[in-house]
């Protein structure tokens, strides 16, 4: 065992140091990851434990784009640290289950002192509460669960309606899939002119829905996303859920993280102004998937969809598990969401924000936004670039001009063509997205270990190989 744990850390170690020693783009085809890895059940085992490490390591875990590169530009690129691998190592041999205070109670005071800190850092007050979850996409499903169950008592009847833009996150849309609402019953509505989500429109489509005799019951508004960085005006659709009685879910896996520094400051009233809000360490606060967040301004709603003596088919199973007495100060965690089993998420950003503190976390987040203003203004100043959308919470989009283009030239066939370019080149990952129906280049810098050069060196390759269009 020492041995292995030895070359364990080691084989850590050397991933966590070497960023860049690989190309970051790296997609092996299903046939030659077949011919290494599919292989027959293994009867009989081996003591070489360190070998089947280098094995795995190198056909398996190396064979995937490596989020943490200082040149990958891409989705929103998680980077991961050491104190947090060592903590999901620690969890996984102490069987660490924060659900019920028996089974784990000592982890479940690491989760409630953990989600305390989180509260802290982003401005919230202290009656709000959660849960750790897998993700944004987990988080999302169950505060929508709670929302259902709050404003709908439970039955997502066909009058029913969600409101959000366009540019949501598709887990809204499977949420409201698995929460019994059939599509018609989610409005997605075009955003305004800054991408961000139309409260007129909103607004308008309410009142009409209820003319209609239909039943608004909650909106989902997006802080930070996924395509433009874009923040909805979170004031102004918190004034409008309150006038119409309406849930108010924030979407902030991305962007939430900004409201502990100065330059997100002014975002933090209308986070203590939501019913619930989705929160996402493995994204801008640099833990290693997975790690989500649930926050409710009433968390005393999250037991009543998900409490386990609600939904119990045989009380005497769990029974011991539970506070004998109402009044306990045990906190049963596994009320509280989806999942029984689950793993000690939270002691991996604790032991991160013990190591670091709270300060180097803000520090990283508004070295990200920086370079993101850095990079739009190399592509402002580039005569070859044009900026398409301005850098919001470190995420900017920009599209590559051709200066003596021919009539036939296609500017959405140019920018897939330089995405591709750019990532079979080895040595960055930008992939494009799509902004008012037009195909775009994207780049995200949340990465604290990338550089101006870094940007630099992308943006070089984008009109190299635009120059080929």
């Not at 659900?99 to 800190?117: H, M, N, S």
């Not at 088919?313 to 029984?340: F, T």
């Amino acid at each position: 065992m020492r041995e292995a744990g030895h070359h364990a850390v080691e084989l850590v170690i050397d991933r966590m140091t070497t960023p860049g020693s690989r190309p970051p783009c790296h997609a092996p085809s299903p046939g030659a990851l077949r011919a290494a890895l599919d292989e027959p059940l293994p009867e009989h085992g081996t003591r070489d434990l360190p070998g089947l490490l280098d094995q795995v390591t190198e056909r398996a875990l190396a064979e995937a784009t490596r989020l943490d590169h200082p040149r990958c530009f891409a989705f929103v690129p998680s980077t991961g640290n050491f104190p947090a691998v060592l903590a999901d190592a620690l969890a996984s041999a102490y069987l660490s289950v924060p659900g019920a205070w028996l089974v784990g109670a000592g982890p479940t005071q690491i989760e409630l002192t953990t989600l305390r800190w989180l509260k802290a850092f982003l401005g919230l007050p202290d009656g709000h509460g959660g849960l750790f979850v897998s993700g944004g996409s987990m988080a999302n499903l169950t505060c929508l669960a709670v929302a259902r169950d709050h404003r709908l008592d439970g039955l997502p009847r066909p009058p029913a309606r969600l409101y959000c833009s366009s540019q949501a996150h598709p887990s809204v849309a499977q949420a409201a899939h698995l929460l019994g609402l059939a599509r018609e019953q989610l409005t997605v509505l075009p955003p305004d002119a800054d991408l961000r989500l139309d409260t007129a429109a909103l607004a308008e489509r309410v009142g009409r829905d209820r003319r209609a005799g239909l039943r608004p019951f909650a909106v989902v508004a997006t802080l930070g996303t996924t395509g433009t960085g874009a923040v909805d005006p979170l004031d102004r659709v918190a004034d409008l859920c309150q006038e119409e009685d309406m849930w108010l879910h924030i979407d902030g896996a991305h962007g939430a993280a900004v409201t502990a520094t100065p330059r997100g400051r002014h975002l933090r009233n209308a986070l203590g102004r939501a019913d619930s809000l989705t929160v996402d360490p493995h994204k801008w606060l640099f833990q290693p998937y997975e790690i989500g967040c649930v926050l409710l301004r009433r968390p005393e709603l999250l037991p009543e969809t998900f409490g386990v003596a609600r939904h119990s088919l045989d009380q005497g199973y769990l029974r011991p598990a539970h506070p004998a007495a109402p009044a306990s100060e045990e906190v049963n965690l596994s009320d509280y969401g989806p999942q029984q089993s689950r793993g000690l998420r939270a002691l991996k950003l604790w032991l991160s924000l013990k190591t670091f503190g709270a300060g180097a976390f803000r520090r990283a987040i508004e070295r990200g936004a920086d370079l993101a203003e850095y990079a739009a203004g190399l592509v402002e100043a580039h005569p070859e670039l044009e900026l398409v959308t301005p850098p919001g919470l470190a995420i900017l989009t920009f599209r590559y001009r051709h200066r003596d283009a021919p009539a036939t030239w296609d500017a959405g066939t140019a920018q897939a063509y330089i995405s591709r370019r750019v990532c079979a080149d080895g040595g960055a990952v930008l992939l494009t997205t799509t902004v008012r129906g037009a195909t775009v280049l994207r780049m995200c810098t949340i990465n604290p270990t990338s550089t101006r050069a870094d940007v630099a060196y992308v943006l070089e390759l984008v009109t190299r190989y635009g120059r080929d269009t």
